[in-house]
Structure formats: structure tokens, C-alpha cells
């Protein structure tokens, strides 16, 4: 019997990636004080020391390194038992107009926001369908159901991830696996400031930015529309709350926008593809 199997009939058990501030550190604090055995995770361990002081078992992982990702799922397999959820959060944004942005930019970002959940899922799946239980949870964005102009490869990273998240869900749901899509809007995090710095021509190695899109740079750096300091921002802290509510869910929902300017927010994909350009239109006149 694994060490800590005994614990686990009684302690349920959590991998969360991208623990070291904004939503991973969040959600870390809200499993861990509802008592779930919690491992939190990020690529430097100076980032999550105070969770460990906080009572979370930490590892270091890089969603990007397959040995980092077999590493900790074998440790957390060998010390609980038993992954009941996954919390697939590592992510980050790079912003740009397609034209400037080189491709192996876009690689590195497929590589953290698609390729880093595929290889966590896949390490997580075999125990969970022995199980016939556990919970992925995959946080997406609003930006997972609706594009905009300097955000294609961002979105382009979060479609994707719905869409292998939508197959996924109806691939394990016979074994007893549930799959959550998680779809913020907004939040009061530091992903501005990376936003910032990648579509910055002074920081941002690699970015070409000419100077044909000053329209859509403009949309990132006088709007605040991108990142934590946008029109009805929400805390981490709230949808933290809503990935603790879906993976303890008997039937969690396919989809959960945490507030409302997310929940608003997807609804724009309904709109007719002319509407929301006109729509674009005005805020590029807007900040012209």
C-alpha cells in the first residue's frame, strides 16, 4: 500500500501548477484551508515558500520538462495514493500582432499554456481511471472563446485548450474523470505586468514590433483591458473559490466563469463576426 494511502480515505489530495502568485497561489491557500492535501507547484521554490509555511506540501515543476512532470506525479502517487484533482494553472500571455510576433515565440507559448496540461494529464489519467475518480481542471480565459486584435496567440493557446479539454471530457467521463474548463475574465494579478514587458520593444527579446500595429499597442498599453487593472477585475481569490467548488463537486459543470464580467464576456461569441469587428473598431478609434 502506498505511504499516506491510509490519509487519503479521509484527506483528498491536489496537484495545482503555477502556484508562485495571482490564481495559483490563491487556489493553493483555498484547497489547503479546506484541508485537502495540497501540492503546489512552480518552476522556482524560493516562489512558494510561504505556502509551505502555510501547511502545502511544495515540488518544483516545469510544465514544459516531461522528467519534472513524471517526477512529481510519481512522488505525489507514491506519498497519497491517489491525485484527486489536477489543477493544470501555468500559463502566461504572449501578446503581440501576429506579424510581429516571431514563431518561436509561439511555440514557447503552446509549449507552457497547451503542451505543459497535455503532459500533466496524461501523467495523472492512468491512476485517476484506476481510481474511476478525480477532477482536471484546466484554467482557460475569456479569451479561450473570444479573440482580439495583439492577443491571437494567447487565444490561440486557450482555444486550444478548450478544445482538447471539450474532447477530453467525453473521453474519460465513463471512467469516472470529470474535466472543468475554467474561464476568468479580468483579474487583480501580476499578468499585466508580463504583458507589459512582452509586447515592450526594450524588453520584450524577439518581439519585431513595428510600427504598422501602433493601434493594437495602444490597446495594451493605454486601456488596461489587458491584465489586472481592467474594467471589472476580479480577485484571484474568487476564482480560486470557484475551481475549490468545482473540483469538490459530485457533477461539476463543463464551464465555470468566476464573476460576472466573465460570464458576460463568452457571450460575445455568439455575436456575428461583423458586429464584433465594428466592435474593435471603435475601441482602436477609441485609443487612437
Request: glycine share 10%.
Amino acid at each position: 500500500m502506498p505511504a499516506g494511502a491510509d490519509r487519503r480515505r479521509v484527506q483528498k489530495t491536489v496537484l495545482i501548477t503555477g502556484c508562485s502568485s495571482g490564481i495559483g497561489r490563491a487556489t493553493a491557500h483555498a484547497f489547503n484551508d479546506e484541508g485537502w492535501t495540497t501540492y503546489a507547484t512552480a518552476r522556482n521554490p524560493a516562489d512558494v515558500e510561504t505556502l509551505g509555511e502555510a501547511g502545502c506540501e511544495l515540488a518544483t515543476l516545469d510544465v514544459t520538462d516531461q522528467s519534472d512532470v513524471d517526477r512529481v506525479v510519481d512522488r505525489i502517487l507514491d506519498e497519497e495514493g491517489a491525485i484527486d484533482a489536477l489543477v493544470n494553472n501555468a500559463g502566461y500571455g504572449q501578446f503581440g500582432p501576429m506579424e510581429d510576433v516571431p514563431t518561436e515565440r509561439v511555440h514557447e507559448q503552446f509549449d507552457v499554456n497547451v503542451y505543459g496540461p497535455h503532459r500533466l494529464t496524461r501523467a495523472v489519467l492512468p491512476a485517476m481511471r484506476r481510481e474511476r475518480d478525480g477532477t482536471i481542471l484546466n484554467v482557460s480565459s475569456v479569451a479561450g472563446r473570444v479573440s482580439f486584435p495583439g492577443g491571437g496567440v494567447y487565444a490561440g493557446s486557450k482555444f486550444a485548450l478548450e478544445a482538447m479539454s471539450d474532447a477530453l471530457r467525453n473521453e474519460v467521463r465513463e471512467f469516472g474523470v470529470d474535466v472543468v474548463v475554467v474561464e476568468p475574465g479580468t483579474v487583480r494579478t501580476d499578468f499585466s505586468d508580463r504583458v507589459s514587458r512582452e509586447t515592450d520593444p526594450e524588453e520584450a527579446d524577439g518581439l519585431e514590433r513595428s510600427s504598422a500595429y501602433e493601434a493594437v499597442y495602444a490597446f495594451f498599453d493605454d486601456t488596461g483591458l489587458i491584465g489586472g487593472d481592467g474594467p471589472g477585475a476580479v480577485e484571484p481569490e474568487l476564482v480560486a473559490g470557484e475551481i475549490l467548488n468545482a473540483a469538490s463537486a459530485t457533477k461539476p459543470p463543463a464551464r465555470v466563469q468566476p464573476g460576472t464580467p466573465a460570464r458576460v464576456g463568452v457571450l460575445a461569441r455568439f455575436l456575428p463576426d461583423a458586429i464584433r469587428d465594428k466592435g474593435f473598431d471603435l475601441i482602436r478609434n477609441f485609443v487612437s
